[in-house]
């Protein structure tokens, strides 16, 4: 199973400031099409995840321009350019590449 | 609008069997992968099983292999998730969730729904 580690697990951040969550697969996440299926979710508090960013680095319908997603190999990274009040929960990696699927551990995303 | 509503879930004693259900509006369903994920209590997203669009590819996490059961109801635009031999550990929050492949963009998990919550406890 391809293992994905988050770090770090908790991110205090000051509101206005950017943000950064790395996420390490223990295996390439190129698929045999070429794309990597490498999400990124968003979990606020009592509500199911939410896509953010899908095939890496694709801003998902409705999200806001402040979250990008990069990476290349086995390393990847969510951004949030200027963290707002609303961005507080708990951001997960996801691999979709190979079965079985996997996430990383969550990074808590609070404010300073 | 995407709907994704489960229901089914409750508290059973160890050893016991469950089924989820997920009821699916605003969408064609039997065009998309569909999936369950768990969440333990404070814990994070796991993976448990996804199927194919015309129910006929299970994939199972090699947690519930074997004791659990994904199918479809394409007619009834509905997911299920049998689930026999409970342990303790199977107690989460088990969300269906949307896979969306089209225009070249394959692997969204788009929507999710709610969340039902199973309790094994004696």
């Known amino acids: 199973d391809i293992v994905m580690t988050q770090t770090p697990l908790s991110s205090p951040v000051t509101l206005g400031q950017p943000a950064s969550i790395a996420c390490r697969s223990s295996?390439?996440?190129?698929?045999?099409?070429?794309?990597?299926?490498l999400s990124w979710l968003q979990q606020r508090p009592g509500q199911p995840p939410r896509l953010l960013i899908y095939?890496?680095?694709k801003r998902f319908s409705g999200v806001p321009d402040r979250f990008s997603g990069s990476g290349a190999g086995t390393d990847f990274t969510l951004k949030i350019s200027r963290v707002e009040a609303e961005d507080v929960g708990v951001y997960y990696c996801?691999?979709?590449?190979?079965?079985?699927?996997?996430f990383g551990q969550g990074t808590k995303l609070e404010i300073k | 609008e995407v709907q994704l509503v489960e229901s089914g879930g409750g508290l059973i004693q160890p050893g016991g069997s469950l089924r989820l259900s997920c009821a699916a509006s605003g969408f064609i369903f039997d065009s998309h992968w569909m999936h369950w994920v768990r969440q333990a209590p404070g814990e994070g997203l796991v993976w448990v099983s996804s199927?194919?669009?015309?129910?006929?590819?299970?994939v199972y996490a090699d947690s519930v292999k074997g004791r659990f059961t994904i199918s479809r109801d394409n007619a009834r635009n509905t997911l299920y998730l049998q689930m026999n031999s409970l342990r303790a550990e199977d107690t989460a929050v088990y969300f269906c969730a949307r896979e969306v492949c089209g225009g070249g963009d394959c692997k969204l998990f788009d929507s999710w729904g709610q969340g039902g919550l199973v309790t094994v406890s004696s």
């Open positions: 095939k890496n680095s």
């Open positions: 996801m691999q979709a590449t190979h079965f079985p699927y996997t």
């Open positions: 199927i194919s669009p015309d129910g006929t590819t299970p």
């Open positions: 295996q390439s996440l190129v698929h045999n099409d070429g794309n990597i299926y």
